[in-house]
């Protein structure tokens, strides 16, 4: 396992997806699965940097672990914010037109679709969001 504790600010993102990618390419990760990934650390990680500690800042914590049988990574965000389940929120309605949905929801249902599994606990006064995806075996 590995951590990053790092500001939680939107310019801090290329950073945290760099140290996640190092990881994966040490596995031989797929490009496909690779790129997924770097898609939810953008989404969630920007999430926490835009909301958590509005108007302010804080820390953001960021483990990556790595499962062999199968080979999967989980990759674990955390932040001492204000509590938010982005998992409680129904799923947008991709059916309706861009215009004719309710504005936000789209990145998390992606994330959702591309990762394995999701999920969300708010425990000692922290958000806890750990996603998981499987990458094969090189």
Known sequence: MKELT???AVENIPQVTAFVDGQLEELGCPVKAQM???IAIDELFG?????AYHPGEGPATVR???CQKPLSVSITFIDQGMPYDPL???D???TLAAQEREVGGLGIYMVKKSMDEITYEYKDGR???????EIGNP
């Open 6 to 8: 790092i500001n939680a």
């Open 47 to 51: 999430n926490i940097a835009h909301y």
């Open 127 to 133: 958000n806890i969001l750990k996603i998981k995806k």
């Open 36 to 38: 997924q990934i770097d």
């Open 88 to 90: 409680a929120k129904a």
């Open 92 to 94: 947008p309605d991709v």
């Open 64 to 66: 990556v672990e790595v």
